[in-house]
């Protein structure tokens, strides 16, 4: 399976095209809803296409994270073709993108280290 927690509060998803994405989405989204402190990296690099019912999954899942102590979702390896239905579809401005898992990743981290701090 391509999901697994990196770390106590890190969920990471390296995805495949369908129908392992939708699965591996259903999984993401199941997790979320069980732990109320995951953020979540997803690695889009081995994806080559959306459809309408992965999109309404990322925003079910975004929704899930923005609903409780301000949790991170982190898209990541993101193609050309990909990236182009978010900017058709104007979900480039509702989701964070990174260039790869490390960024994502520490991105994170940072974000927390600094919450601690405050």
Same mark, same amino acid.
């Given at each position: 399976?391509?999901?697994?927690?990196?770390?106590?509060?890190?969920?990471?998803?390296?995805?495949?095209?369908?129908?392992?994405?939708?699965?591996?989405?259903?999984?993401?989204?199941?997790?979320?809803?069980?732990?109320?402190?995951?953020?979540?990296? /997803?690695?889009?690099?081995?994806?080559?296409?959306?459809?309408?019912?992965?999109?309404?999954?990322?925003?079910? /899942?975004?929704?899930?994270?923005?609903?409780?102590?301000?949790?991170?979702?982190?898209?990541?390896?993101?193609?050309?073709?990909?990236?182009?239905?978010?900017?058709?579809?104007? /979900?480039?401005? /509702?989701?964070?993108?990174?260039?790869?898992?490390?960024?994502?990743?520490?991105?994170?981290?940072?974000?927390?280290?600094?919450?601690?701090?405050?």
């Amino acid at each position: 399976m391509a999901i697994q927690n990196w770390s106590d509060d890190v969920l990471l998803g390296e995805l495949q095209d369908d129908p392992v994405l939708t699965d591996d989405l259903n999984i993401v989204i199941d997790q979320v809803e069980k732990n109320g402190q995951t953020h979540v990296v /997803l690695d889009f690099a081995n994806v080559s296409y959306l459809n309408s019912s992965n999109i309404a999954k990322l925003l079910k /899942l975004r929704k899930l994270l923005a609903a409780t102590d301000d949790r991170k979702l982190k898209l990541c390896g993101i193609n050309s073709h990909v990236w182009g239905v978010f900017l058709i579809t104007g /979900l480039e401005k /509702l989701f964070e993108f990174v260039d790869n898992v490390s960024l994502g990743l520490a991105s994170i981290q940072i974000n927390d280290d600094s919450d601690n701090r405050n």
